[in-house]
């Protein structure tokens, strides 16, 4: 497969061409003009008076427009698909408050970066996160959203209409893509008071009052109703109703609740982020579930049902690294994935405030399909000699970023794609690559089955790390020992040539 560039000019330019080719923002657009008059703003209207092809050059209140009329559209449309629902109107309910939500945020995270040296942007980076799946499921996937599962089974539970949902599907990724990032403040708040801290220390003894926060005891029921919803799956009654025909039945899965709830307990912003979306999209509140053992849900409300979980359940998922994946064409592991993926104009604190304004992390996708992903994440820094007395060694600043970005990476893999029940189903290979432009320093990472008799069938890993002076110096060897803590912490790791960029790293990371 050929390997494809994507930059933000890229993926902005295609948004702009092919927007009208998505079925739920047309349709929704059509309805909210038709109902609300022609003066209001619709997310076409938005989109084509975006004069440039980069969200960071675009006033935040038209990103914040933007964000709403989108999670309007999909909202909108995925209601006026319930075949339940025999009448419409544009109401709705909970996508103003979330923008009200979306906006705040916007604004606090100003403090968040203070939370930690390698906080990065999250409010422009759902909606980078939205385009990227587009493109890549509309240019690299022939059958499109079609490819993407949400349900258990095609003989087990079907779409209440006839043929194709990839446009319900695509309504479903814009919502899961511009919420999944939106707990975000609540998980940060502790490492901002740690900073807090460290800075009051210097002043003396002084009684700091912290900002404590506790979810209140009266919030318990909704709060676990919701882990359990996200917990729970569908299961075909072996007594079907005649009159119903099919029927199912609402199974929790002790091992996902398990780990929501942990992850709950901890703040973790994926779950979070869940608990704002159903505690304030009526969408979300008007879920159905069955509470009473014997009760069961009719084919066409399981349906909708499977839909609300499936968003819910990729949102959480996506932060959550005791969920491990066996399959890639789902929202889960996309989410996961296309978050990752996801760097460029993203600068830490350092970059934010220091360098100046360019395009300079690139992503390359080298391979997309059921069986196989790779890709490369290329790290710049600007060109412009100001990088240079802003920052005192540029090759050392990307080689520290990109060890950091690495190591997280590979010990979210580890995790997320590790052994499990059912570990036989997952079929394809995984990999990346993380590369400095400026010290020719590369970390690649690959994970999947061994294709070895000996080993057949057992899931492997592997770490290679590459390196070399300059563009016209052959590849040295150098000391080993700042690899000894990551060669025991990662027993596949391949260290093939080492440069200067790499010694650096020892202090900073303790190898």
């Not at 360019?358 to 710049?380: P, Q």
């Amino acid at each position: 497969m050929e390997q494809t560039e994507i930059s933000e000019k890229i993926l902005l330019q295609w948004f702009k061409k092919n927007v009208e080719q998505m079925q739920f923002v047309v349709q929704s657009s059509e309805i909210k003009k038709e109902l609300m008059g022609t003066t209001h703003k619709t997310s076409l209207d938005i989109v084509s008076k975006m004069e440039v092809d980069d969200l960071s050059l675009v006033r935040p209140q038209t990103v914040s427009a933007l964000w709403k009329e989108l999670l309007g559209d999909a909202v909108l449309y995925l209601k006026h698909e319930d075949q339940r629902e025999e009448i419409h109107d544009t109401m709705i309910h909970g996508v103003d408050r979330l923008e009200e939500y979306f906006e705040e945020f916007r604004k606090f995270e100003d403090v968040l970066f203070g939370s930690g040296r390698y906080y990065r942007s999250h409010v422009s980076h759902v909606l980078r996160v939205f385009i990227l799946g587009e493109y890549i499921i509309r240019k690299r996937v022939s059958s499109g959203f079609d490819w993407i599962r949400i349900l258990p089974s095609p003989d087990e539970l079907t779409y209440p209409k006839d043929g194709s949902y990839a446009d319900v599907k695509e309504a479903m990724w814009c919502i899961i893509a511009l919420t999944h990032d939106l707990g975000i403040p609540l998980e940060k708040l502790d490492r901002v008071n740690a900073s807090v801290r460290e800075m009051m220390k210097w002043f003396g003894k002084l009684n700091v009052q912290e900002f404590a926060f506790a979810f209140p005891s009266q919030n318990r029921f909704i709060d676990d109703f919701i882990v359990r919803f996200i917990s729970s799956k569908l299961i075909l009654s072996e007594e079907p109703s005649n009159a119903m025909g099919k029927s199912y039945q609402i199974h929790l899965q002790p091992k996902f609740y398990l780990k929501f709830s942990r992850a709950f307990e901890n703040f973790n912003h994926g779950l979070v982020g869940c608990i704002l979306l159903m505690r304030n999209l009526v969408y979300f509140l008007e879920s159905d579930y069955v509470l009473e053992e014997g009760s069961r849900l009719d084919e066409t409300d399981a349906f909708y049902f499977q839909i609300r979980r499936e968003i819910l359940r990729a949102i959480a998922s996506h932060s959550c690294e005791e969920i491990y994946h066996l399959k890639v064409d789902n929202f889960h592991f996309l989410l996961m994935l296309l978050d990752d993926m996801q760097q460029w104009h993203r600068p830490i604190q350092e970059e934010r405030i220091n360098l100046p304004f360019t395009e300079s992390n690139r992503l390359y996708l080298d391979e997309f399909g059921t069986d196989k992903i790779r890709f490369t994440i290329l790290l710049d820094l600007p060109r412009e000699g100001v990088v240079n007395q802003v920052i005192e060694n540029p090759k050392e600043h990307l080689d520290r970023k990109l060890v950091g970005l690495f190591l997280r990476a590979i010990e979210k893999y580890n995790k997320t794609l590790r052994s499990g029940i059912g570990g036989k189903y997952r079929l394809f290979d995984f990999g990346f690559t993380i590369r400095s432009e400026l010290s020719n320093f590369s970390m690649k990472y690959e994970h999947g089955k061994s294709k070895s008799k000996e080993i057949q069938g057992k899931s492997f890993y592997n770490v290679t790390i590459q390196g070399r002076d300059g563009d016209d110096k052959p590849w040295r060897d150098i000391d080993l020992d700042p690899f000894l803590k990551l060669t025991k912490r990662f027993p596949n790791l391949d260290i093939n040539d080492q440069n200067e960029s790499v010694t650096r790293l020892k202090k900073e990371f303790g190898f």
